[in-house]
């Protein structure tokens, strides 16, 4: 795995943690929405797999500094089923393996439908894979990419919050907004390891 991506997999899992520990005193989820959250937030190792099928994917795609071609984000698009597949022998009716899977499959879902690798809309998509894809997008803004510089905190935060009923779920960006604290100070931290390694 390339070091970015698993600098990317490791800070990704911290924000998602933040998000499910928070989570975890929102009104309105479910019974099983609510042990999803306080189990994920007690094995944050599982969100560090959500991006393993990028490891089957060419670094060469993955670096690329400019925008993907048609072609080439097809292919990109097969990294969660990629993952997903990985699991799939191991003992799924574990809860680890469950989620790991569930979280791999389905960070890429969007509320308005216009995700992948199924086009799930709003409520199809696990309430746990909803937050994961806001500390994912967090990431990826906040430590930017071969295509895009790196996001402040407060641009990253805005064009999270303005996603709300488009892009991410209405309920999870809800507790994003009370974890900004946190995902501030992650980022800090994140910023400030990468300048002494």
Known sequence: MPRSLRGHCIRT????AVLYAHAQHSDGLTHTELAVCSY??????????????KCFLPQELLEKPGKLSGEEMALMRLHP???????Q??????A???YAQQLILL???RWDGKGYPYGFAGQEIPFSAALLSIADAYDAMTAGRPYQPAKSHQKAWREIVSQAGRQFNPAAVSVFRRAAASFERLK??????????
């Open 13 to 16: 899992a911290r924000y998602a």
């Open 40 to 53: 994920l937030c007690d094995h944050p190792a599982l969100m560090q797999a959500h991006d393993i099928g």
């Open 81 to 87: 089923l990629l993952g997903a597949a990985l699991l």
């Open 89 to 94: 022998p191991a003992g799924r009716e574990e």
């Open 96 to 98: 680890d393996g469950r």
């Open 107 to 109: 960070h890429h879902e």
């Open 188 to 197: 800090k931290e994140a910023g400030h390891a990468a300048r002494h390694c």
